[in-house]
Nanobody
Framework: QVQLVESGGGLVQAGGSLRLSCAASGPTFSRYAMGWFRQAPGKEREFVAT????????YYTDSVKGRFTISRDNAKNTVYLEMNSLKPEDTAVYFC?????????????????WGQGTQVTVSS
């Protein structure tokens, strides 16, 4: 069982930056690929970024490429999402997720564990 706790969300002006963190419980964090997803009001949950267990592979949705960076520190059992040049359309609840695989994946149904989410609001 893996428990995930997100932090770092908040209110920021357009063009600003935020860094989300997701702390995972358990001794086997380095065996899980991780992902970030988001859900805006009235919309379905969508993929944002994913990283392989070894951090050797990363993949992003097109709308965040060049602005967001996913990273992880396996010694700290933590995955990060650095968000720069934020736009109002990035406003959403951001969730981190873990899948019992070494390989990243953009499909939410492939993830086994989810955090409770952290709110990100970008004002114009």
């Amino acid at each position: 069982q893996v428990q995930l706790v997100e932090s770092g969300g908040g209110l920021v002006q357009a063009g600003g930056s935020l860094r989300l963190s997701c702390a995972a419980s358990g001794p086997t964090f380095s065996r899980y690929a991780m992902g970030w997803f988001r859900q805006a009001p009235g919309k379905e949950r969508e993929f944002v970024a994913t990283i392989s267990a070894s951090a050797g592979g990363r993949y992003y949705t097109d709308s965040v490429k060049g602005r967001f960076t996913i990273s992880r520190d396996n010694a700290k059992n933590t995955v990060y999402l650095e968000m720069n040049s934020l736009k109002p359309e990035d406003t959403a609840v951001y969730f981190c997720a873990a899948r019992s695989s070494l390989y990243f994946n953009a499909d939410a149904s492939r993830y086994d564990y989810w955090g409770q989410g952290t709110q990100v609001t970008v004002s114009s």
